[in-house]
């Protein structure tokens, strides 16, 4: 297929992409950063393939945990909500993330859209008595099986023994078709190994789970169970329903998810929509945990690597280049400020930030006029790694590209030729630049400012003011 016809077909599409809504209980890490800038490399490639896209983030709002850090911080929950979601949203913007609908679920609309789905699987939902072990930092009920050493596996904190009268899931009604579901891909977990991971839990057979909890942990807050004020809506339940917000565009053609809420996204949620007579989302993109020195990042840990000061340091686009390119998509990656500067200085200050410079040095001295730039050729190698959600390896294409150009540049040397035989030095130049074009063309769903800035001085035939300043 062309690429013209290709982008002919897309054009007729819609795409829905969704990130996950995290928790505001304390301030955005850089993992956040990590699923903002994944999601929107996405929502920008298929705009710019001419689909119609709508980008979904938000905030989950009706955790008791966040009642808890409200209660340590002595502030009203609403207060504390508004305040961290605040930061969420400016993260967001400060990374320059293209999304085109902010939801907070404790607004108006998110809390009729919870309150109609578990209404609409009514007939899933049942009323009994509960004992179980629940780890408040996950918002989960677990097995005694699951536990390591009687601790929760990720909090590594003892879960409460928690007896109560709850509302309860008919999950088990699911089990062959849930796997089947999964089986055939008609709803794709990518990577195969989380595929695999949900199949396994699904194997293992699926219980009826806790939906809701009571009214009184927590002082209320909370979604309330229609019908019955003693009971609020268990945060997992209502958070996932944030996705049909954009109803227009429902289903979901990709979800993002993180690996550690792979569960909800993959078991608990399908069979909610299949409950309520819904639409299954077609992808699941499931990525790795961003790490300090190989331990996960979090706030009891006291390892968090702030992204405010990376954006503001670097800037935004250095920022998202190191979390697509530096980051695996899939696995657990490593993020330390000194690997962010050596990979900067690297492939930033010298790899894409020289080239830009000294081509546009010769352009800007032997061309008269700006090159015509308006029709170049597309790069299969970064776009079909893109929509596999091999960002890396997208990137990685870019930036062989870029070291081809230096190589050529380095071989031909225009800088001498256009002494003997100034029409070939010419011509050559005109070459690097249509190349440049090509790659800041396709780096514009990764670093939209950037692209932006080559693509402004290959128009005006002026070289652009530094890229990336070295960092020392
Ligand atoms: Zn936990």
Same mark, same amino acid.
């Given at each position: 297929?062309?690429?013209?016809?290709?982008?002919?077909?897309?054009?007729?599409?819609?795409?829905?992409?969704?990130?996950?809504?995290?928790?505001?209980?304390?301030?955005?890490?850089?993992?956040?950063?990590?699923?903002?800038?994944?999601?929107?490399?996405?929502?920008?490639?298929?705009?710019?393939?001419?689909?119609?896209?709508?980008?979904?983030?938000?905030?989950?709002?009706?955790?008791?945990?966040?009642?808890?850090?409200?209660?340590? =911080?002595?502030?009203?929950?609403?207060?504390?909500?508004?305040?961290?979601?605040?930061?969420?949203?400016?993260?967001?913007?400060?990374?320059? #993330?293209?999304?085109?609908?902010?939801?907070?679920?404790?607004?108006?609309?998110?809390?009729?859209?919870?309150?109609?789905?578990?209404? !609409? !699987?009514?007939?899933?939902?049942?009323?009994?008595?509960?004992?179980?072990?629940?780890?408040?930092?996950?918002?989960?009920?677990?097995?005694?099986?699951?536990?390591?050493? *009687?601790?929760? %596996?990720?909090?590594? #904190?003892?879960?409460?023994?928690?007896?109560?009268?709850?509302?309860?899931?008919?999950?088990?009604?699911?089990?062959?078709?849930?796997?089947?579901?999964?089986?055939?891909?008609?709803?794709?977990?990518?990577?195969?190994?989380?595929?695999?991971?949900?199949?396994?839990?699904?194997?293992?057979?699926?219980?009826?789970?806790?939906?809701?909890?009571?009214?009184?942990?927590?002082?209320?807050?909370?979604?309330?169970? %229609?019908?019955? %004020? =003693?009971?609020?809506?268990?945060?997992?339940?209502?958070?996932?329903?944030?996705?049909?917000?954009?109803?227009?565009?429902? %289903?979901?053609?990709?979800?993002?998810?993180?690996? =550690?809420?792979?569960?909800? &996204?993959?078991?608990?949620? /399908?069979?909610?929509?299949?409950?309520? *007579?819904?639409?299954?989302?077609?992808?699941?993109?499931? &990525?790795?945990?961003?790490?300090?020195?190989?331990?996960?990042?979090?706030?009891?840990?006291?390892?968090?690597?702030? /992204?405010?000061?990376?954006?503001?340091?670097?800037?935004?686009?250095?920022?998202?280049?190191?979390?697509?390119?530096?980051?695996?998509?899939?696995?657990?990656?490593?993020?330390?400020?000194?690997?962010?500067?050596?990979?900067?200085?690297?492939?930033?200050?010298?790899?894409?930030?020289?080239?830009?410079?000294?081509?546009?040095?010769?352009?800007?001295?032997?061309?008269?006029?700006?090159?015509? #730039?308006?029709?170049?050729? /597309?790069?299969?190698?970064?776009?079909? /790694?893109?929509?596999?959600?091999?960002?890396?390896?997208?990137?990685?294409?870019?930036?062989?590209?870029?070291?081809? #150009?230096? =190589?050529?540049?380095?071989?031909?040397?225009?800088?001498?030729?256009?002494?003997?035989?100034?029409?070939?030095?010419?011509?050559?130049?005109?070459?690097?630049?249509?190349?440049?074009?090509?790659?800041?063309?396709?780096?514009?769903?990764?670093?939209?400012?950037?692209?932006?800035?080559?693509?402004?001085?290959?128009?005006?035939?002026?070289?652009?003011?530094?890229?990336?300043?070295?960092?020392?």
């Amino acid at each position: 297929m062309t690429w013209r016809r290709k982008n002919m077909l897309q054009k007729k599409g819609k795409f829905y992409i969704t990130t996950t809504i995290p928790y505001v209980n304390a301030r955005p890490h850089a993992g956040h950063a990590l699923e903002y800038a994944q999601a929107d490399a996405l929502a920008r490639y298929y705009r710019l393939a001419g689909k119609d896209v709508f980008f979904l983030t938000g905030t989950d709002e009706n955790s008791l945990k966040n009642y808890q850090a409200a209660k340590e =911080g002595g502030i009203s929950t609403k207060n504390l909500v508004d305040r961290n979601a605040e930061i969420f949203k400016d993260l967001a913007e400060k990374l320059n #993330i293209s999304f085109d609908d902010f939801i907070r679920t404790t607004e108006a609309r998110h809390i009729e859209t919870a309150k109609k789905i578990w209404l !609409a !699987a009514k007939d899933k939902i049942y009323k009994k008595k509960y004992r179980g072990l629940y780890c408040v930092g996950c918002e989960m009920f677990y097995k005694e099986s699951e536990l390591v050493d *009687g601790l929760c %596996p990720d909090h590594k #904190i003892k879960p409460e023994i928690v007896e109560e009268e709850n509302y309860f899931f008919k999950l088990s009604d699911y089990q062959c078709q849930l796997e089947k579901i999964i089986e055939s891909d008609e709803m794709e977990i990518v990577p195969a190994v989380r595929k695999n991971e949900a199949l396994s839990f699904i194997k293992l057979g699926l219980e009826d789970f806790s939906i809701s909890r009571l009214a009184e942990r927590g002082d209320g807050w909370g979604i309330e169970v %229609p019908g019955d %004020p =003693g009971q609020r809506m268990y945060v997992w339940f209502d958070a996932l329903t944030n996705y049909l917000s954009a109803e227009k565009y429902w %289903p979901a053609d990709v979800h993002c998810l993180g690996k =550690g809420v792979l569960r909800f &996204h993959a078991v608990y949620w /399908p069979v909610m929509l299949l409950a309520a *007579g819904l639409a299954l989302p077609k992808k699941l993109f499931v &990525h790795g945990y961003l790490t300090v020195g190989g331990q996960k990042m979090s706030k009891s840990l006291g390892n968090v690597v702030d /992204p405010f000061d990376l954006i503001e340091r670097y800037g935004a686009d250095a920022v998202r280049y190191y979390l697509l390119r530096e980051v695996s998509p899939f696995e657990d990656a490593d993020i330390t400020e000194e690997k962010f500067k050596e990979a900067y200085n690297a492939n930033l200050a010298n790899g894409l930030g020289n080239l830009v410079s000294r081509v546009m040095k010769m352009s800007e001295q032997y061309l008269d006029n700006p090159v015509d #730039i308006s029709s170049t050729k /597309p790069m299969d190698d970064v776009n079909k /790694p893109l929509e596999n959600f091999e960002f890396n390896r997208a990137m990685f294409s870019m930036w062989s590209y870029m070291k081809d #150009i230096d =190589g050529m540049i380095q071989e031909e040397k225009p800088f001498e030729l256009v002494k003997r035989d100034k029409k070939s030095a010419q011509k050559r130049v005109m070459y690097y630049v249509k190349e440049l074009a090509r790659i800041a063309k396709h780096l514009r769903p990764f670093m939209p400012d950037t692209s932006e800035k080559i693509l402004e001085a290959i128009k005006a035939n002026k070289m652009p003011e530094s890229l990336f300043p070295r960092k020392e």
